[in-house]
């Protein structure tokens, strides 16, 4: 089992910052791909961002392309976004999850969810 716990999320206006934090516990970090998913709402869940087990690859939604930042530190078992220019449409609770494969990051498909931080963007 992979224990996740996100952190970061808030009130910011559009243009705006925010870095969400993942911390993981209870296996082997770099095992891990790693992804952020989120659920504005009304709608359904959307993948946002993943990162390989070394963190060599990232895979970026195309609405969040050039925005948002996956990153992560093995050290600190830790995984990062950072999102800037932030909109309105960028509402939304944020998930992190792992996935020890690397067949579906990019997917929704993920067996380990964290459980969730609020990011809401003011226009």
């Known amino acids: 089992q992979v224990q996740l716990v996100e952190s970061g999320g808030g009130l910011v206006q559009a243009g705006g910052s925010l870095r969400l934090s993942c911390a993981a516990s209870?296996?082997?970090?770099?095992?891990?791909?790693m992804g952020w998913v989120r659920q504005a709402p009304g709608k359904e869940r959307e993948f946002c961002a993943a990162?390989?087990?070394?963190?060599?690859?990232?895979y970026y939604a195309d609405s969040v392309k050039g925005r948002f930042t996956i990153s992560r530190d093995n050290a600190k078992n830790t995984v990062y976004l950072q999102m800037n220019s932030l909109k309105p449409e960028d509402t939304a609770v944020y998930y992190c999850a792992a996935d020890s494969s690397l067949a579906t990051i990019r997917s929704l498909l993920y067996p380990y969810w964290g459980q969730g931080t609020q990011v809401t963007v003011s226009s």
């Open positions: 209870g296996r082997t970090f770099s095992n891990y791909a």
């Open positions: 990162t390989t087990w070394s963190g060599s690859r990232t």
